[in-house]
């Protein structure tokens, strides 16, 4: 039987912790590194950070518009950056917050999350707009497969509130039903709550994120620290992936490995 997706999860975060390392090959980013703004800088900047997270950390997530930018060849460059993460024994979460209709959507599922695909991540995020139920059955497929989904709940931009604090006609917020909705799944599929909000604010129970992984977002370039990340989601420290992604990359080629290495210290500080 595969082993579901929180159970995968479970055992890379205590073999290797819960930072998560953004892939994001911003052309800023690649002109820093001393890389062309092409695909060929791309595939060389995902493999020194594939290689300076290998030994430190568990995670990585490649944002798939900064492959995007470069059409077809940026696909095949992140087709092999997948492989490569996989072969190091990273765990990838596809950051390319997926949603449609659910016949749509479903063809998203079957693109990120199936065994043997060229695009084969071990997770993807996704957004519900178009109701939670539009995702079941990339949900169903993720589930047979030991794959995970994080579903967008509370966003790191300063401005998701306009929408994510609305309430629904029972009184929560529309972040906590994703949330609500996401823990009906026994812990393999997660939210993205950025590490930007204030969870009071957006209406969300500390220990109602306790059931599900959380993906966080938003340290560093976007304001919050990791060193508050504790204070911020209280009872639910347990469940945090922390991301990070410019605030490491930023260090250069030279200095990835440091800067993972002091977020990696951070976050072993926690008491989680
Ligand atoms: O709420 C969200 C959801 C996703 N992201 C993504 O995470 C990284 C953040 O990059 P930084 O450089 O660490 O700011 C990026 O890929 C976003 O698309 C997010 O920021 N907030």
């Known amino acids: 039987m595969t082993d579901g997706f929180g159970a995968r999860l479970a055992e890379v975060v205590a073999r290797r ?30 493999l020194r ?10 995670i990585v997530k490649p944002q798939i518009s900064f492959f995007e930018r470069h059409g077809s060849a940026g696909y095949a460059v992140l087709e092999e950056l997948l492989a490569a993460a996989r072969a190091a024994g990273l765990l990838v979460i596809a ?14 599922g079957e693109a990120w999350l199936t ?12 957004v519900a ?6 995702l079941d059955g990339v949900l169903a497929r993720a589930a047979a497969a030991g794959k995970g989904v994080f579903v967008l709940a509370a966003t790191s931009n300063p401005e998701s509130a306009e929408v994510q604090t609305l309430r629904t006609a029972s009184g929560e917020t529309i972040a906590a039903r994703m949330v609500a909705h996401a823990a009906e799944h026994g812990g393999n ?5 950025g590490g930007t909000v204030e969870l009071a604010a957006v209406g969300i ?28 989601f209280g009872a639910a420290i347990g469940s945090l ?7 490491v990359l930023g260090a250069g080629p030279d200095g990835i490995g440091s800067a993972i290495d002091a977020a990696v210290a951070e976050v072993a500080s926690w008491q989680r």
């Open 49 to 58: 950070v594939i290689d300076a997270a290998a030994s430190r950390i568990g």
């Open 205 to 232: 129970d500390p220990d109602a994120l306790r059931a599900v992984p959380v993906l966080g977002p938003g340290f560093g370039v976007q304001g919050a620290r990791l060193a508050d990340a504790p204070a911020t």
């Open 95 to 108: 950051d390319v917050k997926r949603g449609d209709v659910g016949s749509t959507v479903d063809a998203y």
């Open 129 to 134: 707009y178009q109701g939670f139920g539009s």
């Open 189 to 193: 599929v997660g939210v993205v709550v």
């Open 17 to 46: 912790g819960p930072l998560c390392v953004g892939i994001d090959p911003h052309a800023p980013l690649l002109a820093a590194w001393g890389l062309g703004d092409d695909a060929a800088g791309v595939r060389e900047f995902g």
């Open 241 to 247: 992936l922390p991301s990070v992604s410019r605030s």
């Open 115 to 126: 065994p043997g695909t060229p695009l084969e991540a071990d997770a993807m995020t996704a």
